[in-house]
T-cell receptor, first 111, second 112 residues
């Protein structure tokens, strides 16, 4: 699986959009970008994933650059409950069980 | 529907002891994976099982072993516990093992 680089921490004001970047410059053509988040003392929670097109669901939007070397997770209206560690993972879609997590980005949403 | 359930939620052991952690996947999910998460770090892959067969093993010593039962539940066993084994142990399930993971809340293991 390709290596990812994320900033260790970010702050966001409540109600504003949170934009979390992830660099994955060594991504291969068949590797997907997955995002999970982990709220304190809970297991990671799936947010969204994509291959090359931008994706949106009820939780977030995923923007992947045209060269696929980086992506941005967007939480459109951050709430205090979005405070968590966010993990960006890059992997092929043949073995989800063996996912490589980095140290993620700690997002703190402030009132 | 119930999510991924893990037991126990907390466990305290002493060095040299053995521990068994249990995981029940979401109904219908055939793949179970185990992860170790040390405080301040992301989860590290330990094992994956699919249809009762080992599909992958992470960089962990032979003291760590696992198995999956016919009902797709799973056990993680750790022998000869070391202080460094203190961590949150997470179980994740997926339907076919190739898509998104659903995690349990984990077992917090403390080795004294």
């Amino acid at each position: 699986d390709a290596k990812t680089t994320q900033p260790p921490s970010m702050d966001c004001a409540e109600g504003r959009a949170a934009n979390l970047p992830c660099n994955h410059s060594t991504i291969s053509g068949n590797e997907y970008v997955y995002w999970y988040r982990q709220i304190h003392s809970q297991g990671p929670q799936y947010i969204i994933h994509g291959l090359k097109n931008n994706e949106t669901n009820e939780m977030a939007s995923l923007i992947i650059t045209e060269d696929r070397k980086s992506s941005t997770l967007i939480l459109p209206h951050a709430t205090l409950r979005d405070t968590a560690v966010y993990y960006c993972i890059v992997r092929v879609n043949t073995n989800a069980g063996k996912s490589t997590f980095g140290d993620g980005t700690t997002l703190t949403v402030k009132p | 529907d119930a999510g991924v359930t893990q037991s126990p939620t907390h466990l305290i052991k002493t060095r040299g002891q053995h521990v068994t952690l249990r995981c029940s996947p979401i109904s219908g999910h055939k793949s179970v994976s185990w992860y170790q998460q040390v405080l301040g770090q992301g989860p590290q892959f330990i094992f994956q099982y699919y249809e009762k067969e080992e599909r992958g093993r992470g960089n962990f010593p032979d003291r760590f072993s696992a198995r999956q039962f016919p009902n797709y539940s799973s056990e993680l066993n750790v022998n000869a516990l070391l202080l460094g084994d203190s961590a949150l142990y997470l179980c994740a399930s997926s339907a076919q093992g190739v898509e998104k993971l659903f995690f349990g809340s984990g077992t917090q293991l403390s080795v004294l």
